[in-house]
């Protein structure tokens, strides 16, 4: 049945959208805000898992190699959220994983940063 919690049937059109919305990448604060304003943001989330489009916010090597660039460069975390398109929540929780904050990644940077990344370790041995 398409019930959410208080066991309002949702639409097919409220479906659609809600697939469209989210493949667009708009998380449930907005979708509620701008969208669906009679549905809470649990239901939307909990829809959105029924219908299978929810997704991870993956990180592109490119992503951790910015992130490590920047850092070195003395942007602080909320400069860094803002360049990927992050909250600093998310960004200060993945560099702390990933060791950011004290070493580069363990994978090749992208070509595009290859040039900056190596200025920036031969920096790092001097």
């Known amino acids: 049945m ?6 309002k049937h949702w639409s097919e059109d409220e479906d ?18 701008e969208h669906l ?3 809470s ?5 909990s829809r959105a898992s029924i219908l299978g489009v929810t997704h ?4 592109s090597n490119k992503d951790l190699w910015t992130a ?3 850092n070195k460069k003395g942007f602080g975390t909320q400069e860094i959220a803002d360049e990927l398109g992050r909250t600093k ?4 929780t993945k560099m702390s994983c990933k060791g950011l904050f004290y070493r580069p990644p363990h ?20």
């Open 37 to 39: 304003p009679l549905r």
């Open 2 to 7: 398409n019930t959410d919690s208080s066991g």
């Open 68 to 70: 490590w660039i920047m």
């Open 89 to 92: 929540r998310a960004t200060s």
């Open 107 to 126: 994978s090749e940077p992208p070509i595009e940063l290859k040039r900056e990344v190596m200025e920036l370790l031969r920096a790092d041995s001097k």
């Open 16 to 33: 659609n959208l809600l697939i469209e919305l989210k493949g667009i990448g708009l998380k449930a604060p907005q979708i509620r805000k």
């Open 41 to 45: 943001e649990s239901a939307i989330n």
């Open 56 to 59: 991870a916010n993956i990180w």
